[in-house]
């Protein structure tokens, strides 16, 4: 693949911005500077840098963030900063494959919710991860305002009725870790869905923390408002 065109499916710009910036000297490859936008590179594996950052190809991009609170997963907030701030520029502009454009959050958390959050440029894996039909567990760790009690983690577990819904809601499985400390495992996501099924048996979520997808947990490393590459195996855990 030539350099430029590699710099463009990473989402430098445009093919002739790409062209610009190698021929500008802001590409280095192996310790050296690279001037010739044309000349040919192996784009499996490749590490190079732009402007002293350090990349490595993708051909797809998969990626965690831990979200933080006051943030919207959406391009055009209303209310709150996108969480798409939080990511360098040639994430949110990788050049469209199918029907997405950049990198998207792969399903949406409130804007005061925080933990782990996908996003990928790959729709086939979008749509697996969304999708009902998988189960994909999901865990969040909530704060409730009243204390927890045996009963409340029962009917949780039973089922609770939403009232867009008549068909009971089920939690895959819950935990009381503390009194007000409750680890709920999801495996599909409606409309606010932990706080309506909390105040189904009379409590109130007071802080929500997605922990886990699948079987890809958060890092303890990875704070509020950063983000890394996912790795093979982040990618097996999550295929399960």
């Given at each position: 693949m030539?350099?430029?065109?590699?710099?463009?499916?990473?989402?430098?710009?445009?093919?002739?911005?790409?062209?610009?910036?190698?021929?500008?000297?802001?590409?280095?490859?192996?310790?050296?500077?690279?001037?010739?936008?044309?000349?040919?590179?192996?784009?499996?594996?490749?590490?190079?840098?732009?402007?002293?950052?350090?990349?490595?190809?993708?051909?797809l991009?998969?990626?965690?963030?831990?979200?933080?609170?006051?943030?919207?997963?959406?391009?055009k907030?209303?209310?709150?900063?996108?969480?798409?701030?939080?990511?360098?520029?040639?994430?949110?502009?990788?050049p469209?494959?199918g029907?997405?454009?950049?990198?998207?959050?792969?399903?949406?958390?409130?804007?005061?919710?925080?933990?782990?959050?996908?996003?990928?440029?790959?729709?086939?894996?979008?749509?697996?991860?969304?999708?009902?039909?998988?189960?994909?567990?999901?865990?969040?760790?909530?704060?409730?305002?009243?204390?927890?009690?045996?009963?409340?983690?029962?009917?949780?577990?039973?089922?609770?009725?939403?009232?867009?819904?008549?068909?009971?809601?089920?939690?895959?499985?819950?935990?009381?870790?503390?009194?007000?400390?409750?680890?709920?495992?999801?495996?599909?996501?409606?409309?606010h869905?932990?706080?309506?099924?909390?105040?189904?048996?009379?409590?109130?979520?007071?802080?929500?923390?997605?922990?886990?997808?699948?079987?890809?947990?958060?890092?303890?490393?990875?704070?509020?408002?950063?983000?890394?590459?996912?790795?093979?195996?982040d990618?097996?855990?999550?295929?399960?």
């Amino acid at each position: 693949m030539q350099l430029q065109d590699l710099l463009y499916s990473q989402g430098f710009g445009t093919r002739r911005v790409c062209a610009g910036l190698v021929q500008q000297g802001h590409v280095e490859i192996g310790g050296e500077t690279v001037t010739d936008a044309t000349a040919e590179v192996q784009d499996e594996g490749l590490r190079f840098r732009v402007d002293g950052a350090e990349w490595q190809y993708h051909r797809l991009a998969y990626v965690m963030l831990h979200k933080p609170a006051g943030t919207e997963c959406s391009q055009k907030p209303s209310t709150y900063p996108s969480i798409y701030t939080l990511l360098p520029g040639p994430l949110r502009q990788r050049p469209q494959k199918g029907a997405v454009q950049g990198v998207q959050a792969v399903g949406r958390l409130d804007q005061d919710t925080t933990g782990l959050l996908l996003l990928t440029d790959d729709g086939q894996f979008i749509h697996r991860m969304n999708s009902p039909r998988h189960h994909v567990p999901k865990v969040y760790e909530v704060t409730v305002k009243h204390p927890l009690d045996q009963r409340q983690v029962d009917r949780l577990l039973e089922g609770v009725v939403l009232d867009d819904d008549p068909k009971p809601v089920r939690a895959a499985a819950c935990e009381m870790v503390g009194e007000h400390h409750l680890r709920l495992t999801l495996t599909e996501g409606k409309y606010h869905q932990v706080k309506r099924m909390l105040a189904a048996v009379s409590n109130r979520v007071e802080g929500l923390h997605r922990s886990r997808i699948g079987g890809l947990a958060l890092p303890a490393d990875l704070l509020p408002g950063q983000w890394r590459w996912l790795t093979a195996e982040d990618l097996t855990a999550l295929r399960g």
